[in-house]
T-cell receptor
Framework: AQSVTQLGSHVSVSEGALVLLRCNYS??????LFWYVQYPNQGLQLLLK??????LVKGINGFEAEFKKSETSFHLTKPSAHMSDAAEYFC????????????????FGKGTKLSVKP | DGGITQSPKYLFRKEGQNVTLSCEQN?????MYWYRQDPGQGLRLIYY???????QKGDIAEGYSVSREKKESFPLTVTSAQKNPTAFYLC?????????????FGAGTRLSVL
């Protein structure tokens, strides 16, 4: 069964600093991986996804993530934080069957709240 | 504009009362989902439906019920059997069940107990 662990429930950075949000997954088959962002009292918005191919994935708002199979990680980064990046970020893995098919369900991590200091 | 509409935005439930949360999508998606979000817990799957007139229990279905009579609608009823209903509820939809299925989310309904 797939699972996701997000290290750090809260991360605080200064404006202009590097953002690094950590995500490790567990999966017995090659995973599909996602990062979503949630602003207060809103739904989730897809930032980026990894399926197959290039391991460095670029998303919206200047975010990117790198799939590292050897480390079972999919960390989210942004070179320079902006005040508008303050939100909660969720890493998710798609529940894949052993044969590689997907039921389409997502398994979410518990989220990391990002604060950006002026 | 296509999207997912959840209503109401805020809902209050009295003891012993059933309440229904609405979720409508005009994305022509086959699959729909209901999640419950509690602080520090991430999202937990309540129910999902991959096709009209069919749905499956997720990880925390007890105390909840759903129906899927139309492709665009997937209402969630929080029954009196759900003893701790206070949470943020999110509805999502996706094109289908195979391959890479990106889920798109509504803006959520916040349910509180009076």
């Amino acid at each position: 069964a797939q699972s996701v662990t997000q290290l750090g429930s809260h991360v605080s950075v200064s404006e202009g600093a590097l953002v690094l949000l950590r995500c490790n997954y567990s999966s017995s088959v090659p995973p599909y991986l996602f990062w979503y962002v949630q602003y207060p009292n809103q739904g989730l918005q897809l930032l980026l996804k990894y399926t197959t191919g290039a391991t460095l994935v670029k998303g919206i708002n200047g975010f990117e993530a790198e799939f590292k199979k050897s480390e079972t990680s999919f960390h989210l980064t942004k070179p320079s934080a902006h005040m508008s990046d303050a939100a909660e970020y969720f890493c998710a893995v798609s529940d894949l069957m052993n044969y590689g098919g997907s039921q389409g369900n997502l398994i979410f991590g518990k989220g990391t709240k990002l604060s950006v200091k002026p | 504009d296509g999207g997912i509409t959840q209503s109401p935005k805020y809902l209050f439930r009295k003891e012993g009362q059933n309440v229904t949360l609405s979720c409508e999508q005009n994305l022509n998606h086959d699959a729909m989902y209901w999640y419950r979000q509690d602080p520090g817990q991430g999202l937990r799957l309540i129910y999902y439906s991959q096709i009209v007139n069919d749905f499956q229990k997720g990880d925390i279905a007890e105390g909840y019920s759903v129906s899927r009579e139309k492709k665009e609608s997937f209402p969630l009823t929080v029954t009196s059997a759900q003893k701790n209903p206070t949470a943020f509820y999110l509805c999502a939809s996706s094109m289908g069940q195979t391959g890479v299925t990106i889920q798109y989310f509504g803006a959520g309904t916040r349910l509180s107990v009076l």
